[in-house]
């Protein structure tokens, strides 16, 4: 079975699939749709493969950059054939982090993630998704928080950066679940103890 973007956006009841006890394949074949369309670099091709709600594997493409990241779930991560590492954040570094793009996100979810706004965490609006996913994986970003859960721009990243050694959560302080219904934002960082601080500043929509 495959779950995609335009798939969820038709039936959200497809989501339950994510939890089922047969293998599913999570796919965005256009991450990065404005990057795309404007003939930038910045845009990749995300798939994801899971079952009973774990991630088993995953593979970011950014075919421009010529750039491919695969993960399997215990078995790490790798670019280009090589090992991938987060490694931890540097002491003192200012904490390097993107954030969901203000152009779609309402008030209420600005608001959420307005605690990063503060001095050592100074935000900037994300690109693609799975690409900022791949760059604190390959620890030339230190976070990402989003404020939205779709799962076809999230699943390859969240195992990549989980293989890569780096951790995630939401403002709940609970793993992210694919099937939804999780208390946002969330974040995923290159390492555990820049996982907690961002949470620490995020509010919970709601």
Not at 8 to 28: C, K, N, R, Y
Not at 34 to 63: I, N
Not at 87 to 98: C, E
Request: aromatic residues 6%; charged residues 20%.
């Amino acid at each position: 079975m495959e779950v995609g973007e335009e798939a969820v956006h038709a039936d959200a009841g497809v989501l339950a699939a994510l939890e089922g006890e047969v293998p599913v394949w999570i796919v965005h074949p256009v991450d990065g749709t404005r990057q795309f369309v404007h003939g930038e670099p910045g845009f990749a091709t995300l798939v994801a493969l899971a079952l009973r709600g774990e991630l088993l594997a995953s593979w970011t493409y950014a075919p421009a950059l010529d750039l491919m990241a695969v993960a399997r779930r215990g078995g790490g991560a790798e670019l280009g054939g090589r090992p991938l590492r987060c490694g931890p954040r540097p002491a003192g570094k200012v904490i390097d982090v993107t954030i969901s793009h203000y152009d779609f996100t309402t008030d209420v979810e600005k608001a959420a993630l307005s605690g990063l706004v503060t001095e050592g965490v100074p935000p900037r609006p994300c690109g693609s998704a799975g690409l900022e996913y791949l760059d604190v994986a390959r620890g030339l970003l230190d976070a990402v928080a989003f404020s939205w859960e779709n799962p076809s721009d999230h699943a390859a990243g969240l195992l990549l950066v989980a293989e890569a050694g780096g951790a995630s959560g939401t403002v709940a302080c609970e793993p992210f679940r694919l099937a939804g219904c999780n208390a946002l934002p969330f974040t995923a960082a290159r390492d555990a103890e820049t996982a907690a601080h961002i949470l620490s500043l995020l509010t919970a929509v709601g």
